[in-house]
């Protein structure tokens, strides 16, 4: 891949509302796990929800009134992005590609809700434009009057990876100068979390501080998070001319399917393995040494993180010793569409600092992993090829290759 600036950041998070606030936080190991309102007596729900957004400091009232919480998300995020990256957008040369997976289902619901008690009258008449999935790009495009590419991406949690991706091959093809791109997600429900316990994807611990612990052997589980994360992507030569600070380079990407089973990896974590070789090959890379660090998927799921720590090992061999490796989830839970975005910032941040921000929570790593969980404390690490993984219900495993601008 001809290499792509990353010219402007974004993020709406549990742990900070600006890219600012979620660096610092993300390095002093803070989380956003909170007690859900659902809770039962002596079996407390943790969720981790972005805290007192305002739509109002962000958009216009009646696109907050026509727009569902994945969408305000998506397009502060888009704002903080573009304003960050400064200078004009083409109208028509440039795009938006977002990633979503529960997109207005909180809305849907919520709207079933008021017709089973209220009536019909109760509906709101705006549903339809609060729910589709495209509503989130559609409205960073609306927003900025643009013409150029417009598409949703919907893998789960690999989706905001996928979306940067893709966008990225946009922009190398020709397609578009500058790409909006990320992933957005809203999808904290009573339903969705039961659901969640039922199915066993999680044993809520007593502590909110130990409710997700990647790659720890005491994990119970994914902690549903929200909020969304975004890039301003730009033809490095675009970027160039017009004088813009570059964060970094998309310089490799792949995404694949397992074909396995619907909600598990498959175990020897093969396919895995097989996008982060994909990945680092697009990228041109020598070999897995030349990566610095890696932004782990960790869901805090025994299955899920035991099957990426095998695929680390066997891509890294030798060198995963020395290679740092780090989970947001610790942090803002799993934000699902949006992770992978969250992730990439997380590593642009170490890059910029050489350091990479530590994993909340966790304090006693599995055993199975042969590389540098870093907890605690930030460790140094001097980042020039970041690898960044999203693996996500439906075999859908995507892996991206930043590296320094």
């Known amino acids: 891949m001809r290499d792509v600036a990353i010219t402007g950041i974004g993020v709406i998070s549990c742990i900070g509302q600006s890219a600012e606030d979620y660096f610092r936080n993300l390095d002093a190991g803070r989380h956003g796990v909170t007690a859900a309102p659902w809770s039962e007596p002596g079996r ?142 809203h999808g904290l429900s009573p339903a969705l979390a039961y659901s969640q316990r039922s199915y066993g994807m999680s044993s809520p611990p007593d502590r909110a501080d130990r409710a997700s612990l990647p790659f720890d052997v005491h994990r119970a589980g994914v902690v549903e998070g929200a909020g969304a994360a975004v890039v301003v992507l730009e033809n490095a030569e675009h970027a160039a001319a017009r004088g813009a600070h570059v964060y970094g380079k998309v310089a490799g990407y792949a995404s694949l399917s397992e074909g396995f089973h619907p909600s598990s990896p498959d175990p020897s974590g093969r396919w ?7 990945a680092q090959r697009d990228a041109g890379l020598p070999g897995p040494e030349a990566v610095d660090a890696v932004i782990a998927h960790a869901t805090a799921t025994p299955a899920g993180d035991l099957a990426e720590a095998q695929a680390l090992n066997e891509v890294f061999g030798p060198h995963a010793a020395e290679l740092p490796v780090m989970s947001i989830k610790g942090h803002v839970g799993h934000t699902g569409s949006a ?67």
């Not at 895995?272 to 070789?277: D, G, I, L, W």
């Not at 910029?352 to 199975?368: F, I, M, N």
């Open 339 to 405: 992770s992978g975005a969250m992730g990439l910032l997380a590593g642009l941040y170490g890059m910029r600092t050489g350091t990479l921000a530590p994993t909340a929570g966790t304090t006693d790593v599995l055993p199975e992993a042969r590389f540098h969980v870093v907890t605690g404390a930030p460790a140094k690490a001097g980042i020039d090829v970041l690898q960044v993984n999203g693996f996500g219900f439906g075999g859908q495993d995507a892996c991206l290759i930043a590296t320094r601008g």
């Open 44 to 185: 407390t729900a943790w969720i981790a929800p972005v805290q007192d957004f305002d739509p109002a400091a962000w958009m216009d009232p009646r696109v907050a009134d026509g727009s569902a919480t994945f969408t305000h998300y998506a397009l502060a995020a888009a704002i903080q992005a573009v304003r960050d990256a400064g200078g004009e957008l083409d109208p028509e040369r440039t795009g938006v590609v977002l990633g979503v997976t529960m997109a207005g289902a909180h809305a849907l619901l919520d709207a079933q809700h008021l017709l089973e008690t209220k009536g019909p009258d109760a509906v709101p008449r705006k549903l339809n434009i609060q729910v589709w999935p495209n509503m989130a790009a559609a409205q960073v495009a609306i927003h900025y009057g643009l013409h150029g590419p417009l598409l949703t991406v919907s893998t789960a949690c690999a989706s905001s990876l996928d979306a940067i991706g893709s966008a990225a091959r946009m922009i190398a093809s020709g397609e578009a100068d500058v790409i909006i791109a990320g992933g957005t997600e």
């Open 272 to 278: 895995e393995a097989e996008t982060m070789r994909r």
